[in-house]
């Protein structure tokens, strides 16, 4: 077994404006960190009380696409568009959240949420002061961020969050590929870049927008491992490193990183259904050797 990672980078304290993120303590970090979730159009009645799911403009989800809700899968339901006091009491979800018991709120921009409804010129169609150009399609998130008070379209956002003394950024690599099987996730940027014109490896990087990037420490999640996460820290890529699919699957993963156990597979099967198999049954390093 290797002599694991305990003195890289990977495992060093993060300043993060007014908090110190403790690498070792990253489960209990994630227990008490707000996380905003804010769904817009990407969600069911049966998930917010009855209501109609609201987004930046009224349209429709991708055909075919279903909705988790308590009572089993359920098709699509049509968003209606937000009222600007719709916006406004969006805007104050997040700042009410920060006002909470959380320790902080990340302000979940990626992955479909409300402020990339907001961004993306496919689905807000806006005619007003939150559509439009990038400057308006960018007010809703740079409003959240002025209410949370934390002292190609995503450069322009990203550059203005970090003159916003934003306490970190937390970016996806593009390339993860959550459902694709292990062969798609190799293919997938050979194909993009042969589509493209461009080399492979400058198919789907975070890398320009870490050179965007001046003020504020980023986080970059996004297929990372126990092999090229402590090179990614090392060679300053990212300040830190999120795990989504191994932290599932590993209760442990910084005692695993740190003394160079491996990182147990996980189960896609399980990751999106209900009950406690493949949530809260996959043993630590310790009970696995046990
Ligand atoms: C089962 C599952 C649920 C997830 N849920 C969310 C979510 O609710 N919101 C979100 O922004 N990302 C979600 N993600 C994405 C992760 O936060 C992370 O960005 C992604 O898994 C990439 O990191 P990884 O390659 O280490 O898994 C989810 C991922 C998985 C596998």
Excluded: W
Excluded at 94 to 100: L, N, R, S, V
Aim: proline fraction near 6%.
């Amino acid at each position: 077994m290797s002599s694991g990672l305990a003195d890289t980078k990977l495992f060093s304290p993060l300043e993060i404006g007014r908090y110190t993120l403790k690498h070792r303590n990253e489960s209990l970090l994630r227990a008490s960190f707000g996380s905003s979730l804010l769904t817009g159009r990407i969600t069911h009645p049966l998930n917010i009380g009855g209501s109609t799911p609201l987004g930046p403009s009224k349209n429709k989800v991708q055909e075919g696409m279903v909705f988790l809700t308590p009572d089993g899968p359920q098709p699509h339901i049509e968003a209606e568009e937000m009222a600007e006091e719709d916006i406004k009491e969006a805007i104050e979800d997040f700042a009410h959240a920060f006002k909470c018991a959380f320790d902080g709120v990340e302000i979940r921009s990626a992955h479909g949420f409300l402020p990339n409804q907001s961004l993306c010129d496919e689905i807000n169609f806006r005619k007003e002061k939150y559509g439009g150009s990038i400057e308006h399609r960018t007010r809703f998130m740079l409003e959240v961020v002025g209410a949370v008070d934390i002292v190609g379209d995503y450069g322009y956002a990203i550059g203005e969050f970090d003159k916003r003394g934003l306490a970190y950024i937390h970016l996806v690599e593009l390339s993860s590929d959550l459902f694709g099987t292990d062969e798609a996730k190799v293919k997938q940027p050979k194909e993009i870049a042969k589509e493209r014109d461009i080399e492979e490896e400058d198919v789907l990087t975070l890398k320009p927008f870490r050179a965007i990037i001046k003020a504020t420490p980023l986080i970059a999640a996004g297929s990372y491992t126990n092999t090229n996460a402590a090179p990614a820290v090392e060679s300053g890529a990212t300040d830190a490193v999120a795990f989504g699919r191994y932290f599932i699957s590993n209760p442990d993963p910084p005692e695993r990183l740190a003394k160079g156990y491996p990182l147990a597979e996980y189960s896609r099967n399980t990751f999106y259904t209900g009950g406690l198999e493949g949530f809260t049954d996959y043993p630590t390093c310790q009970e696995a050797k046990a």
